[in-house]
């Protein structure tokens, strides 16, 4: 009998490790269904042909997980069971959504979390239709888009009907990016925003408003605008343009519109307010913009559609007088009413006080806080049940979470006074980093008064070194993310040769090869993506340059081990910019994409430039022998690198005929997404020459050591 009971035992271990085992999806899937279960995928896998993903399905996507769909999707549940899920501290991307398929796609009950981008469909996709809806989009806190649709695919010999796209009835809450559809007018989508709430997300930027610093945007022009995005019946709350550096709340931020259309109708959405100046606030149209429409809003909605997903929309005092957004607490509110658009469960509700610690310190903490709460006239007249003194006095907000509506579905929390409290805590903080910096400086300054200088060995390090050096090249130039580190990193390898020419300076001659390459694509902006240009130049640069060493650069190594210099320097640079068309790698400034070889007036330009540098070293050495990191950046005198300078875009056919076999490849290179180039230049005469940076590291060796 013993026996028999240790056979159970292992039985019910094996039995409950394989109930709870995670199944990796990889590769590529025809026809195939996802059972219930927990999935992971951590790389590229295509699904072609028909796709069905059952309730009770758990994807967790960890760095480069990316699930692309080829074909049909039908991702279907009654309760939000089906999760898309981005790993904790790897996070993966997302859904991508590509081809040309005469099929349907559908989310719905779906929840999308932690993810970069939940869903992206490609440039030159189709589908007869999407639908996206009853779906949760919750604190995906990708840096490119929430949801990105680019323009379909369209063919002038081929009768497909309009995709009718619909994304109905969704809940967008606690997101840090971005909706971006190319085409809000186009002659092949037909896209309805209807019955969604978007509320408490965050578009991160700089201070300045833009057209992509905004929860929904795009592009409307008029020669597209056959079907013209319907958004309608929606709630847009708290939806704000937060500043990257400082986490400042800047602005409210809704929607983004750009194109030559005259306006936009977007009436009948609930905005949180009824003030029309506040609403036009949020909206980045013609007033910011005198090339873009105008954004018709009126008339709107008073009060939020008790249809959309279950949000609270507001809180009024006892006496009925609205809470505004940037009221500044210096204790727990006694009581408030919550306006929501329909009924809101407080049961398993929890309600906090989040407040400074002091006025001298940016440190916040949480005070749980009990209250009671009953259906009232307005909403629910919440009440706290407890008087708290330790808290009189102190800034900061109310946070009530962990709501549900009446079935059992996530409702986004309600947070009062949290704005006023953000800047409060900044300011603070902005007061402490420069105390802080204060003390630092005089703390340097008391040290070098006191401090005596370490003796100098008589043990002599040699004049000449020579080392390799070997690491990554980053390009910035026309196509090119502004943020360095969202651009292609590629292997840099050369030699050094250094002479010290006093115990403070070294000459120095570089010798590298390095290549170049991006793609638009990685940009983050909407026009380079829609241009789509790529490249990828060797390079070959001498660069001669003079260090100046902040330690004596012969000094005994047992002294000064770490060692630190800044230099400058001239590059002579030989490059070729170079693509691929059809499988085939071509030099593209042999074909003149730019139109150099179309008249007597233009010239090719040159492959071979000069520039100047400016590097950082940090070296510690070990005898004779050093180790180091560096970072260098390089300023060139031309614009192409890259192949794309401020030129006229050329004529397709006279640049087509004037390249003979390869006038193909001449006409893609030129413009490989055939966009409008009707008075435009290849790039922003504004944007300078292009650049590069370099980092890595060196190993380096003294050379003729003296006799000591």
């Not at 806190?141 to 109905?168: A, C, M, V, W």
């Not at 997903?309 to 005092?317: R, V």
Request: charged share 20%; hydrophobic share 35%.
């Amino acid at each position: 009998m013993r026996y028999f009971y240790n056979i159970i035992t292992v039985f019910c271990i094996f039995f409950c490790s394989a109930a709870y085992s995670q199944d990796t999806l990889q590769g590529t899937y025809k026809d195939y269904k996802i059972e219930a279960g927990e999935y992971l995928i951590n790389e590229n896998v295509q699904f072609n042909g028909s796709l069905i993903i059952s309730p009770n399905v758990k994807i967790i996507f960890e760095k480069k997980g990316t699930m692309i769909i080829g074909g049909s999707v039908r991702a279907i549940s009654e309760n939000f069971d089906i999760k898309f899920i981005g790993a904790e501290g790897n996070v993966g991307n997302g859904v991508i959504i590509v081809d040309k398929q005469n099929v349907e796609i559908e989310f719905n009950g779906v929840i999308f979390k932690n993810l970069n981008t939940p869903l992206f469909f490609e440039n030159s996709w189709y589908r007869t239709k999407v639908n996206v809806r009853n779906n949760i989009f919750i604190q995906n806190y990708g840096k490119i888009s929430l949801i990105q649709i680019l323009t379909p695919y369209n063919s002038y010999f081929e009768n497909d009907l309009p995709i009718e796209f619909k994304l109905n009835g969704n809940l967008f809450a606690e997101n840090n990016s971005s909706i971006f559809i190319q085409d809000l007018g186009s002659l092949n989508l037909k896209i309805d925003i209807t019955n969604n709430t978007f509320i408490n997300n965050k578009i991160f930027g700089l201070d300045s408003y833009t057209i992509s610093s905004n929860l929904i945007y795009g592009r409307l022009d008029e020669i597209n605008a056959v079907n013209i995005t319907k958004i309608e019946a929606n709630s847009f709350i708290n939806n704000y343009l937060v500043n990257n550096l400082t986490g400042l709340q800047i602005k409210k931020a809704n929607l983004g519109i750009y194109g030559t259309k005259e306006t936009f109708n977007i009436g009948g959405n609930f905005f949180g307010t009824i003030d029309p100046d506040q609403i036009a606030n949020s909206i980045y149209d013609k007033k910011y913009n005198y090339n873009s429409p105008l954004v018709a809003f009126e008339p709107f909605l008073t009060a939020p559609n008790p249809e959309n997903p279950a949000h609270i929309y507001g809180a009024l005092n006892f006496e009925g007088k609205e809470i505004k957004s940037n009221v500044l607490l210096n204790e727990p509110l006694e009581e408030f009413i919550t306006l929501s658009n329909t009924f809101i469960d407080l049961t398993n509700a929890e309600l906090s006080y989040v407040y400074l610690k002091d006025t001298l310190s940016a440190e916040a903490s949480k005070k749980v806080i009990p209250f009671k709460f009953k259906p009232g006239e307005k909403g629910i007249n919440v009440t706290v049940s407890k008087e708290f003194n330790e808290l009189k006095g102190k800034v900061g907000y109310l946070e009530l979470d962990n709501i549900i509506d009446t079935n059992k579905t996530y409702v986004p929390k309600l947070q009062i006074g949290q704005l006023a409290f953000g800047e409060k805590k900044i300011k603070i903080k902005a007061t402490l980093d420069k105390i802080e910096k204060e003390m630092e400086l005089l703390k340097k300054q008391q040290d070098s008064i006191k401090g005596n200088e370490e003796e100098i060995s008589k043990t002599e390090l040699g004049k000449f070194e020579v080392g390799l050096i070997a690491g990554g090249a980053i390009f910035r130039g026309s196509i090119s993310n502004n943020n360095f580190m969202e651009n292609d990193l590629n292997i840099s390898f050369g030699i050094d040769i250094g002479y010290n020419v006093n115990p403070y300076l070294t000459a120095r001659i570089n010798i590298s090869s390095s290549t170049l390459s991006n793609s638009d694509i990685n940009s983050g902006d909407a026009d380079k993506i829609n241009r789509g240009m790529n490249f990828s130049t060797p390079i070959l640069s001498i660069s001669p340059g003079i260090d100046f060493d902040l330690i004596n650069n012969r000094s005994n190594p047992k002294v000064n081990k770490v060692r630190p210099s800044i230099g400058i320097g001239l590059d002579a640079i030989s490059f070729k910019p170079t693509g691929i068309f059809n499988g085939q790698e071509y030099d593209l400034a042999s074909l003149g994409t730019g139109g150099q070889f179309l008249n007597e007036e233009t010239e090719p330009y040159a492959t071979f430039t000069l520039g100047l540098y400016v590097t950082f070293k940090l070296k510690y050495q070990i005898g004779k022998n050093s180790i180091g990191l560096f970072a260098s950046y390089h300023s060139t005198l031309t614009d192409y690198l890259d192949d794309v300078g401020a030129d006229p875009y050329p004529d397709r056919d006279a640049l087509y005929n004037s390249n003979g076999e390869n006038g193909g490849a001449s006409v893609y290179f030129s413009n490989p997404t055939s966009i409008n180039t009707t008075n435009r230049l290849r790039s922003d005469p504004s944007s300078g020459n292009d650049s590069f940076v370099k980092v890595g590291i060196s190993i380096t060796r003294k050379l003729f050591n003296p006799k000591n």
